[in-house]
């Protein structure tokens, strides 16, 4: 049972900044910032295109305080984002079975990253950066290592209610510890993969269609449609402030379609439904800026 959420984010003086860089199978990244800290989830781009989003953002390779990993995919991390972050001597942070293959597969610029203590273990209790806390929890995917989704809290101790923040963008189901992860968040980042009869028609080999649909591959718009159902359930209503439906196969899926299948969730809501937003591969989305 998902613990039921509390609380609504209240104005104050704080601003607070959630942009999509970049989400599907070519490569993903999202950034989360607060009025003291910057971190990147994920970094599955080439470097001209994370100094490129970040400049957009008025922001330097120098302004981020960490990229944390949510798995060893090369559409979420490669030998790009290790470059990246020796080159600008930003910490690479994520869970040390993951840390391990990615020695494994570019130990030598693994090792520089190491030597300068930019190669970081995540702690099993979290992580805390100028005012931003992380939290890690396990999703089921096929990863080598372990995947994660990422709860963030921005804000906390300042005087006003912080602001948290979800991602779960690469899952085959989503089990009841995960929902409650999710049902903390006023900002929820989730996979919609992939609309069940555009994949059997895809043309994809038996095999790789078996393995998007099982447990410890992707969400179908159903199954996202399904979690969300049983997170606002759990919810205070307009506890959550925007869903971003993310990691939308380019062959598979269409916005609509994701959407249509999770807007009759929201609409029982009324007023208090979060913002609907749907993430691309090659759009710049600002989730969310302000207060």
């Known amino acids: 049972m998902i613990a039921a959420a509390q609380g609504l984010v209240r104005n104050s003086s ?5 942009v999509m860089f970049a989400s599907g199978s070519r490569g993903n990244s999202l950034l989360v910032a607060g009025p003291r800290s910057r971190v990147l989830i994920d970094m599955g781009l080439t470097q001209r295109r994370i100094v490129a989003d970040l400049a957009r ?15 060893t995919h090369h559409d979420h991390v ?5 470059k990246f972050c020796w080159r600008h001597q930003v910490p690479i942070v994520g869970p040390a079975e993951n840390l391990t293959v990615l ?7 693994v090792e520089r990253l190491d030597r ?5 273990t995540l702690p099993p209790a979290g992580h805390h950066v100028s005012g931003l806390d992380i939290r890690a929890f396990e999703v089921p995917h096929d990863a080598d290592g372990i995947t994660l989704g990422y709860h963030l809290t921005l804000g906390r101790g300042n005087g006003a209610e912080p602001l948290r923040v979800a991602v779960a963008t690469d899952l085959g189901e989503a089990p009841p510890e995960v929902l409650g992860a999710l049902a903390s968040a006023n900002v929820l980042v989730l996979e919609a993969n992939h609309d069940p009869e555009m994949l059997r028609r895809s043309g994809r080999p038996a095999y790789l269609i078996d393995r998007i649909r099982g447990a410890d591959g992707h969400l179908s718009n159903s199954q996202t449609a399904a979690a969300v159902a049983e997170i606002v359930a759990h919810q205070k209503p307009g506890f959550m402030s925007h869903l971003v439906l993310a990691h939308l196969s380019q062959e598979c899926n269409t916005p609509e379609l994701a959407q249509a299948a999770v807007r009759p969730v929201l609409a029982a809501l009324g007023s208090r439904a979060p913002r609907l937003l749907t993430a691309a591969q090659d ?5 969310l800026s302000g207060k």
Do not use: N
């Open 283 to 287: 759009q710049h989305l600002v989730v």
């Open 78 to 82: 490669g030998d790009a984002a290790l």
């Open 57 to 71: 953002e008025q922001l330097t390779p120098k302004d981020l305080d960490a990229v944390f990993l949510t798995h």
């Open 14 to 18: 704080l601003s607070y900044r959630v």
């Open 103 to 109: 020695r494994r597969r570019f130990r030598p610029v």
């Open 116 to 120: 300068a203590g930019l190669y970081r």
